[in-house]
């Protein structure tokens, strides 16, 4: 059972950056592929970028390709997502989760963490 705590949310203008960190229980973290969600109010989850256990392979949502980078440090048991360029419509609680399933829906994973809070302002 992996466990996960998301940090490095916050406030911040359209235009600007927050990285979000995801650190991991467990001793097996490079096997997990690992990703980014999202979810705005009254909105369903949504996926915005995965990776794989070396991080060789990325995907990515349409909505943040570009601006967002996924990346990992699996001596440090940490999952990373930059975040560039922000818009108001980035604006959610950002979750990770260990992938078991399909890559870009939420039911494919598991071990979800409580989430950090991102606030873009226009």
């Known amino acids: 059972q992996v466990q996960l705590v998301e940090s490095g949310g916050g406030l911040v203008q359209a235009g600007g950056s927050l990285r979000l960190s995801c650190a991991a229980s467990?001793?097996?973290?490079?096997?997990?592929?690992m990703g980014w969600f999202r979810q705005a109010p009254g909105k369903e989850r949504e996926f915005v970028a995965a990776i794989s256990g070396i991080g060789i392979t990325t995907y990515y949502a349409d909505s943040v390709k570009g601006r967002f980078t996924i990346s990992r440090d699996n001596a440090k048991n940490t999952l990373y997502l930059q975040m560039n360029s922000l818009k108001p419509e980035d604006t959610a609680v950002y979750y990770c989760a260990r992938r078991i399933g399909a890559i870009e829906e939420s039911r494919g994973y598991d071990g979800w963490g409580q989430g950090t809070q991102v606030t873009v302002s226009s």
């Open positions: 467990g001793r097996s973290f490079s096997n997990y592929f």
